[in-house]
């Protein structure tokens, strides 16, 4: 096992990386009883394995991220007569985290939470960090509070029933965590890349731990984004436009296209083109980060119309005017954010983005 934390300004949060469900008691609170916050697949494969505590289950899927989700359970806690003692416990991917984080931070204006993170991507990346929050409408992650969990577990036993879309998705999250932060982890994920895919447990069990250093670190410094942090969103001012563009094509979901990951897959595959553009990497670069990506079978091919991105990406113009800050790669292991006009993006999406 291997343990980082994040020193919050809301207190202290630990990441415990190689540890088991199956010790939770060690991690709650003495004498109180959580309240668990989960899925439904992850109620039926591992709610044997729950602590004691009444169990709170929601769908899946991103359209269940909502303030109607939020409503739902917080009514919960008032019918179990929770209070300021409560602790609540997330056990699920990030989903799961995003709205247990939320809502413990807003019930009687914040009781106590912790995670038990189920899913490669929520290991990497979703549950640690305190970013906690729903989306409004098609608005990804609109509505929501920095708060920092009282620890996270990220159990790598409970990843071997992850389907296997899902373990790309997380992939994708740590293609990223290498390209910003550490070419040495990105090397070792290219050189185990099938044993990565079969979730080899020393293999998974270095990236996750590398990822949880870097993000933790990361955040350590700039918990709420105000700098350093903005590197961590790599790939995603595009990959959400993709994300929420795939949310609206049912026809996609159903092939199994939708999921965070693929999403910031094609948005890494953009942003890395963007900064050979910029002259800041080199087109050999490029390459080797898209077939790194294809290796792990995930998509590549930016065939969406670029008028639509283009629409989904500017949907938060109004918070920040007429210019973005966008994340290139200096080289593979180091990044640098920029602010740049909507206008200099746009014209790029134009002209990499084939689709009709
Ligand atoms: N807060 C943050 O900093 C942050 C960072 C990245 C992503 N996110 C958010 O996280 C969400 C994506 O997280 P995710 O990919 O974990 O999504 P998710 O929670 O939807 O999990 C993906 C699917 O895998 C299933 N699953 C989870 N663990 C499993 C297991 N062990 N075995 C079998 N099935 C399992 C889930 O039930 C779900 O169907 C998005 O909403 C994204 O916005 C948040
Ligand atoms: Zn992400």
């Keep these: 096992m291997k343990s980082f934390q994040v020193n919050g300004l809301q207190g202290l949060s630990s990441i415990h990386v190689g540890e088991s469900l199956s010790n939770i008691g060690a991690y709650l609170p003495a004498g109180v009883t959580p309240i668990i916050?989960?899925?439904?697949?992850?109620?039926?494969?591992y709610g044997k394995n729950f602590p004691d505590g009444p169990v709170l289950t929601i769908g899946t899927g991103e359209k269940i991220k909502t303030l109607a989700t939020v409503e739902t359970l917080l009514r919960e806690l008032i019918r179990l007569s929770c209070?300021?003692?409560?602790?609540?416990?997330?056990?699920?991917?990030?989903?799961v985290s995003d709205i247990t984080g939320f809502v413990a931070s807003v019930f009687l204006r914040g009781v106590d939470f912790g995670f038990?993170?189920?899913?490669?991507?929520?290991?990497?990346?979703?549950?640690?960090?305190?970013?906690?929050?729903?989306?409004?409408?098609?608005f990804k992650n609109m509505v929501g509070v920095f708060n920092q969990p009282k620890f996270v577990i990220c159990d790598i036993d409970l990843l071997?029933?992850?389907?296997k879309t899902e373990i790309s998705n997380g992939l994708a999250e740590i293609v990223k965590h290498g390209l910003i932060c550490d070419a040495d982890m990105l090397s070792f994920l290219?050189?185990?890349?099938?044993?990565?895919?079969?979730?080899?447990?020393?293999?998974?069990?270095?990236?996750?731990?590398?990822?949880?250093?870097?993000?933790?670190?990361?955040?350590?410094?700039?918990?709420?984004?105000?700098?350093?942090?903005?590197?961590?969103n790599f790939g995603h001012t595009i990959g959400h436009a993709v994300e929420t563009?795939?949310?609206?094509?049912?026809?996609?979901?159903?092939?199994?296209?939708a999921g965070h990951g693929r999403a910031i897959s094609l948005g890494m595959v953009a942003a890395a083109m963007f900064s050979q553009r910029k002259k800041l990497i080199s087109p050999d670069e490029v390459d080797r980060i898209t077939s790194l990506l294809r290796g792990l079978n995930l998509p590549v091919d930016l065939d969406y119309r670029a008028d639509q991105i283009i629409a989904a990406?500017?949907?938060?113009?109004?918070?920040?005017?007429?210019?973005?800050?966008?994340?290139?790669?200096?080289?593979?292991?180091?990044?640098?954010v920029e602010k740049i006009p909507y206008d200099e993006m746009n014209d790029f999406i134009r002209s990499v983005f084939t689709g009709s």
Aim: glycine fraction near 10%; aromatic fraction near 4%; hydrophobic fraction near 35%.
């Design 116 to 138: 038990v993170s189920t899913s490669l991507l929520s290991q990497v990346d979703a549950s640690v960090g305190g970013k906690n929050g729903v989306n409004l409408d098609s």
């Design 313 to 336: 990406a500017s949907r938060d113009k109004k918070k920040q005017g007429s210019s973005l800050h966008y994340v290139f790669l200096e080289a593979i292991g180091t990044a640098r």
């Design 37 to 45: 916050i989960t899925d439904e697949t992850i109620k039926t494969l």
């Design 160 to 163: 071997q029933t992850l389907p």
């Design 245 to 257: 563009l795939n949310q609206t094509k049912q026809t996609q979901e159903k092939m199994g296209l």
């Design 83 to 95: 209070d300021r003692t409560s602790f609540i416990l997330g056990i699920g991917g990030g989903i």
């Design 190 to 232: 290219e050189n185990n890349r099938q044993k990565a895919l079969d979730l080899d447990p020393d293999i998974i069990f270095r990236l996750v731990a590398d990822s949880v250093a870097i993000k933790s670190r990361v955040v350590g410094e700039d918990e709420k984004e105000a700098g350093k942090r903005r590197i961590l």
